[in-house]
């Protein structure tokens, strides 16, 4: 008899277990401004939260062959496009709190990569900045500086470095915040001083144009 439910209990189980979707399926997916799904591979301009002094869209201190990831100091000026890829590939949505690689989008060949990754800083005020080089794909302990995580924020989001999931080795976990440096610059930081840079997604229509 206990031989029986004993069965019977495993059985049900292995049902349960089959029926119950992936962690994946309750991730709610990160929205653009129009409220469509972000997917992989598709364009978008990262942009602040706010207009005026605060507002921006995020580019690079060279837009022809991307160097480091910066926030412009004018909501007149179009960013940079970006696109995302999931460590995994089994879905196309970027969805929040997954790893996932972020790279500009450029039509001219360069001799470094445009994915982001985040570097060791010189600097005493922040410890790690954003900047490209980075590799895309293989996540693993080699390419832990190549992950980042989109998280809800208010009504908006935020960027976040916390590759936990890619590598279980006590990594950095920070938001990504705005440093502005004393020529004015506006370049996307790690630091426990800064608070995170609060953003949106605008999907680049057919009239926009990568560099």
Same mark, same amino acid.
């Given at each position: 008899?206990? !031989? %029986?439910?004993?069965?019977?209990? !495993? ?23 129009? @409220? ?5 591979? #598709?364009?978008?301009?990262? %942009?602040?939260?706010f207009w005026g002094a605060l507002g921006g869209d995020v580019s690079a201190t060279n837009k022809t062959c991307p ?6 100091? =004018? ?9 995302? =890829?999931?460590a995994s590939s089994e879905d196309d949505i970027i969805r929040v709190s997954t790893d996932l690689n972020i790279k ?17 800083? =010189?600097? =005493? ?5 954003? #900047?490209?080089? /980075?590799?895309? /794909? ?6 832990? #500086? ?9 009504? /908006? ?12 080795? @006590?990594?950095?976990? +920070?938001?990504?915040?705005?440093? +502005?440096?004393n020529n004015g610059r506006r370049i996307l930081s790690l630091s426990d001083k800064l608070s995170p840079f609060l ?13």
């Amino acid at each position: 008899m206990k !031989s %029986t439910l004993l069965v019977w209990f !495993s059985f049900l189980l292995f049902a349960f277990v089959l029926s119950v979707p992936s962690i994946e399926a309750y991730t709610e997916p990160v929205l653009d401004i129009q @409220g469509e799904e972000l997917k992989a591979g #598709t364009e978008y301009i990262i %942009t602040s939260i706010f207009w005026g002094a605060l507002g921006g869209d995020v580019s690079a201190t060279n837009k022809t062959c991307p160097d480091d990831v910066i926030q412009y100091s =004018s909501d007149l000026l179009q960013g940079l496009p970006v696109t995302f =890829s999931p460590a995994s590939s089994e879905d196309d949505i970027i969805r929040v709190s997954t790893d996932l690689n972020i790279k500009f989008s450029i039509k001219k060949a360069c001799d470094h990569s445009s994915v982001w990754k985040i570097q060791k800083s =010189s600097n =005493s005020e922040v410890q790690w900045f954003v #900047t490209t080089g /980075g590799e895309e /794909g293989n996540p693993g302990i080699d390419t832990l #500086t190549n992950w980042f995580k989109i998280e809800k924020a208010g009504i /908006g989001y935020k960027l976040v470095s916390c590759p936990e999931n890619i590598c279980h080795c @006590g990594v950095l976990c +920070r938001d990504i915040g705005i440093y +502005r440096e004393n020529n004015g610059r506006r370049i996307l930081s790690l630091s426990d001083k800064l608070s995170p840079f609060l953003v949106l997604f605008k999907k680049v229509g057919p009239l926009s144009s990568s560099i």
